[in-house]
């Protein structure tokens, strides 16, 4: 939020030259959780500031964020990316979507990172892998070709769906689910460092599996109620 955001904008003013129409300035544009990410940020730095003795009153106090709307996270099924053609940038695209990887950790990658079927996840774009779970080896199930430097290019091909390229680290989690993988494999997988952030994916569901789930309970109850229908049949022949 820092590097994207605040520095652009501020970076190059003395902190105490920052006042709050500077502040609702900068975030005024930022879609809502971002937005709210990099409020939470400059309140940081603001409170750090106090403490230090540089200011005497926050301009950043009372300043308040847009609120957020929590919706659905959205991903595509594998019926829906075998069938949509993305363009020119499908094998881009199919490739993140089946391995998971983070954009700075696909941009990053390079033919030698791929080797014997797997995919060996080291660093991204900001440099080496810092973080245990992050360092991860995947295994290739499709073809790679070098993504785009910029990610506005695959963006534009994945807006008329209404996904991000982040989606498709959920589409990749979602595949994983309905294939049966375990959550603790997909957080490897994923790269997740805590447990509770791949549920937060596995437990995401379709309609369709919703009536899935009734269809199954249904064809349970036919089973048993057969079951003791032809239990009862046969306790009467044995009377008889």
């Given amino acids: 939020m820092y590097r ?13 030259e920052v006042n709050r129409s500077d502040i609702k300035a900068l975030i005024v544009g930022l879609p809502p959780q971002t937005a709210m990410m990099t409020l939470a ?7 750090e500031a106090l403490e230090l003795g540089y200011l005497e009153k926050s301009p ?3 300043v308040r964020g847009p609120k957020v709307m ?15 053609n993305f363009g020119k940038y499908t094998k881009q695209i199919r490739f993140l979507a089946l ?42 199930v499709s073809e790679f070709v070098p993504l785009p430097r910029h990610p506005r290019t695959l963006r534009r091909a994945l807006a008329p769906y209404g996904i991000t390229i982040h989606s498709l680290r959920h589409t990749y989690a979602y595949i994983l689910k309905r294939q049966g993988i375990h959550v603790t494999t997909a957080q490897r997988l994923l790269g997740h460092s805590d ?17 899935e789930a009734g269809d199954v309970l249904k064809l349970m109850v036919g089973r048993a109620h057969s079951s003791e229908m032809s239990d009862s049949k046969t306790t009467k022949y044995q009377r008889i």
């Fill in 70 to 84: 929590v919706r659905p996270r959205k991903f595509l099924t594998w019926d829906e990316l075998e069938r949509i």
């Fill in 99 to 140: 391995h998971g990887l983070r954009w700075g950790e696909a941009v990053a990658l390079s033919e030698s990172d791929i080797r014997d079927g797997k995919i060996y996840v080291t660093k991204s774009i900001h440099g080496a892998t810092k973080s245990r779970a992050g360092m991860r080896v995947i295994p290739l």
């Fill in 4 to 16: 994207c955001h605040i520095e652009p904008a501020l970076g190059l003013k003395n902190i105490e």
């Fill in 41 to 47: 940020v400059i309140k940081v730095l603001f409170r």
């Fill in 195 to 211: 447990p509770k952030v791949t549920l937060a994916v596995y437990t995401q569901v379709l309609d369709s599996e919703i009536e």
């Fill in 60 to 62: 950043v106090h009372g």
